[in-house]
């Protein structure tokens, strides 16, 4: 899809009610493949790349703000004319997924957040920090790939299901220092004080939660992430304390990575459970 002449890549597989798989950084569409291949065959199921990742372009003056990303994706809604959607983000795509849901209110039915954050918090581990930083922070990221090639080893507690081939599928799009320009933006992106260019678009959309209260909720926490620790889980349950809560003891940050196979079916009663259509279901492999 053509947004603001930049070329917006998306994955579009099965039919049914929507599944909208919104990514965080430094991973993209690939990282759903496991959630895709198994939702398919019931679901619609579309995962995009924000603009600077994934297959999407890359362009080198491009607003990679909070704002920026957020409305790119109530456009791609808008272009498809998606409705009755059921939200799936992880890392700085629930910030995203749920600005987008925001603006565009009516077309939202559930929400599946993992591992991440959709309001203002003073915790950054001292990793993140320096990766911020405009010269050292910007080489180790944009340059050496610092950021993603780390998240392999320090965002899984299974290590080995990174196998090559899954390594190099993560690592894929951000192959030289141009590729890479998104991985560094997202880090510098994260709004820590109110002189923060994106620190009004996050507060919007932190105090924009409560309108989503009655939607049914579901998180699925990786307890082993040292980023987005379980403190994240606690604050966004404030917000919504009815939801329903998986806690994965033996997950860390890319917790499908982890787990995917505890993770498909607790989605799929999740998803029949809160149904929105009478659309005949394909019984679940075991």
Known sequence: MNLGGHRYHYVDEGRGDVLLLVH???TWSFYWREIIRALR???RVIAVDHIGCGLSDKPRDYPYRLAQH???LAQFMRELDLADI???AHDWGAAIGLGAALAERQRFARFVLFNSAAFRSQRMPWRI???RTPILGRLAVQGLNGFARAALRMAV???????PAVRSGLLAPYDNWHNRQALYRFVADIPMSARHPSYETLRGIEEGLHS???????????MRDWCFTPDFLDRFLEFFPRAEVHRLNAAGHYVIEDAHEQIVPILARFLENHPLSTTPRVPMRP
Not at 157 to 163: A, D, K
Not at 212 to 222: K, M
């Open 129 to 131: 920090r320096f990766c």
């Open 157 to 163: 507690c299974q290590h080995p299901r990174m196998t």
């Open 24 to 26: 965080g950084n430094p």
């Open 86 to 88: 059921t939200l799936l």
């Open 41 to 43: 065959s019931n679901y």
């Open 70 to 72: 957020v409305e790119n």
């Open 212 to 222: 989503f209260q009655e939607r049914p909720w579901l998180f699925v926490w990786g």
